[in-house]
Structure formats: C-alpha cells, structure tokens
C-alpha cells in the first residue's frame, strides 16, 4: 500500500500557486537577481517533486516485489 503522504492537504494547492506567482514576479522584474530565481525554482522542483513521489514511491514499490522474484 503506497502511502499519500500530503494527502488532503489545506495548504497543497494554495503553495503551488504562491511558489509560482513568486516566480513570475522576480523574474519579470528589471533589477531581479538571478539567485532569488535559482531559489525559487529549487522549491518549485522539491515540492513537485515530493508530490511526484507521493503517488509514485519508488522505493517501496521495488522492495514490496522481492518475495515475488522466486
């Protein structure tokens, strides 16, 4: 059984938008700096990332099959 680990989450869907108008708002700016955007890209990529492999866990996936490898 995989586990959803952000399953019914208030906050889930309201960060993905924040994350992501933060990441317009700088990088359309005229004096934007490129690191604040490096910083918001590596927290839009961890928190898809971590809901990817909230429907998608690998490792408990390839380890629940090896009582069928007989």
Known sequence: MIILKSFNHPLHHRKIYYHLLNYYHYSFQKDHLILENLILLK??????L??????YDFFHLTFSFRYYIY
């Open 43 to 48: 927290i839009l990529f961890f928190h898809f």
């Open 50 to 55: 971590n809901y990817f492999f909230c429907f």
